[in-house]
């Protein structure tokens, strides 16, 4: 029997719109990881089409939190950061890793802050910047096309891309420090839409291609990065564990889509955890 592993979710509640650690805690929880968090603000929804939500900023709390969790000797095999609300919360995240991590944990950072070419409204110019620090210490780095970008500081073009293209940008977010690197929106063609799934010390980058559903859904970002944590500290192959969290992923836009589901309250991910929790305890992990 193999020891349970153990994951720090630091990620903001968003109380109403499935995503962030209302996300993370159940998928990762259902792959039989202990999921222990650190809400970073609370708010009423999202900020991804909604106005007028509340927003209560945690960021005092996040160090005492993390110092109390020190003292009683708590370890993590990972810590996963999503959705950061300011620039003093990302270096306070860099402190956070550095206090929680043991050699052996692994940082998964998925650089929320873009998407389709445009910086989220509530982030300053400068913010990339800033987050380009906290993926230099990511094992497991997971943007999108926009937030690679805005990493290495190069324009955002659309695609469909070149296949030339996806590999400079992955081997170039990998020379931040991440050994592993999924990049998602990544298209060849109008039909289909998946992942570049990179891996530095090997050289080998695979893809994870999906057919394409038309609508913008909300959170869909972080039902991908809570399930390819879940898949590879359940020690699938990068390859293995990119397909998990794309089936997974695909098949929640598409109920959503079927029910009509307005694209601000999420994606229908839990109708489909019985079939997640199958694939992340079948055996065939390379
Ligand atoms: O899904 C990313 C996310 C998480 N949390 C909050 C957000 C967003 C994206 O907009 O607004 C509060």
Redesign the pocket.
Known sequence: MKRQKRVAAI??I?CFGR??LTVALPIISAAGIETSVIPT?V?ST???GFTGYTFKDMTDEIMPIAEHWKTVGIEFDAIYT??V?SIDQLSILEECFDLLSSSDTQRFVDP?MADNGVL?K?FSAEFPSYMRKLAMKADVLMPNITEAVLLLDKPYIEGPYTESYIESLVEELADLGADRVVLTGVYFDEETLGTANYERSTGKLTYTMDRRIEGYY??T??VFGSALTAALLKEFSLEKAARIAVDFTVSSIARSKAAGTDIRFGVNFEEGLADFIAAVNSGDRE
């Open positions: 990620h903001d968003s995503c962030s603000a708010l999202h900020t991804g999503g959705y609300g929320v989220y509530s909300h959170g970002g972080d």
